[in-house]
Nanobody, 124 residues
Framework: QVQLVESGGGLVQAGGSLRLSCAASGRAFSSYNMGWFRQAPGKEREFVASISWSGTSTWYTNSVKGRFAISRDNGKNTVYLQMNSLQPEDTAVYYC?????????????????WGQGTQVTVSS
């Protein structure tokens, strides 16, 4: 089992940047694929990005391609989401998730463990 704690959220103006971090407990972190999801008020949770256990494969939703970058440091048990050129529509609670399966996933039901989320607010 793994526990996840997100940090790095906050308020930023449109065009600005934030880097989210997700710290994981447990020695098995390097065996999990990891993902970021977000949920805006009144909307369903949506996939943002995922990264394989080795860090060699990534997957992004179209709306963040070229602006967001997911990465991981297995030595620090941490996964990151660098968010650039933020827009008001990126405002949401961002969740980190871990997936035990070997296949890189992009739907929330495929992920096994979830953090509590961190709020990102982008002002226009």
């Amino acid at each position: 089992q793994v526990q996840l704690v997100e940090s790095g959220g906050g308020l930023v103006q449109a065009g600005g940047s934030l880097r989210l971090s997700c710290a994981a407990s447990g020695r098995a972190f390097s065996s999990y694929n990891m993902g970021w999801f977000r949920q805006a008020p009144g909307k369903e949770r949506e996939f943002v990005a995922s990264i394989s256990w080795s860090g060699t494969s990534t997957w992004y939703t179209n709306s963040v391609k070229g602006r967001f970058a997911i990465s991981r440091d297995n030595g620090k048990n941490t996964v990151y989401l660098q968010m650039n050129s933020l827009q008001p529509e990126d405002t949401a609670v961002y969740y980190c998730a871990a997936d035990k399966s070997p296949l890189l996933a992009a739907t929330d039901h495929e992920f096994d463990y979830w953090g509590q989320g961190t709020q990102v607010t982008v002002s226009s």
